[in-house]
């Protein structure tokens, strides 16, 4: 089965080909092919943000119990982005959301009724800071009521 896609802008078009024995339609194929690509794509992402093949343990039950917080701190992270985050942000990676929104320096400055977090500016606008705060303040809510 060929795939051919044009895209604008190209000279010559994308030419995919896939060798299968499965006997469904072709768009069928395609279809199944693609998610596999992209549950690949979120195991790399996996790897490469929450470092998730470090199983240093010498015990494979240790190493297993390791593995599993991995994938919880993948999916608790998946589940932030999807429900906190503005649409501009929303595509970013994870390991993009760790560089910057979790490994930053901040300051925070308490005073008699309030708290202050201060970090710099450069890795995320202030305004998009306060709109993942905001919407992180909506589900809080949301579970309280509900």
């Known amino acids: 089965m060929v795939q051919i896609a044009w895209h604008a802008g190209?000279?010559?078009?994308?030419?995919?080909?896939?060798?299968?024995?499965?006997?469904?339609?072709?768009?069928?194929?395609?279809?199944?092919?693609?998610?596999?690509?992209?549950?690949?794509?979120?195991?790399?992402?996996?790897?490469?943000?929450?470092?998730?093949t470090k199983l240093s343990c010498r015990r494979f039950r240790n190493n297993a119990a390791r593995l599993q917080l991995f994938a919880l701190a993948y999916n608790l992270a998946n589940f932030v982005r999807q429900l906190a985050l503005p649409k501009p942000i929303r595509h970013w990676s994870l390991t993009t959301l760790r560089e910057k929104l979790v490994k930053i320096g901040a300051k925070v400055v308490s005073h008699s009724k309030y708290v202050i977090f201060q970090l710099a500016e450069v890795a995320v606008p202030r305004t998009l800071f306060a709109a993942i705060l905001t919407r992180i303040g909506r589900l809080r809510r949301a579970c309280d009521s509900g």
Not at 13 to 24: A, E, M, S, Y
Not at 40 to 51: L, R, Y
């Open 10 to 52: 190209e000279l010559f078009p994308r030419i995919g080909f896939v060798v299968t024995n499965l006997k469904w339609r072709s768009r069928r194929v395609v279809r199944f092919y693609n998610k596999r690509g992209t549950a690949e794509q979120w195991i790399k992402e996996g790897k490469n943000a929450v470092n998730w």
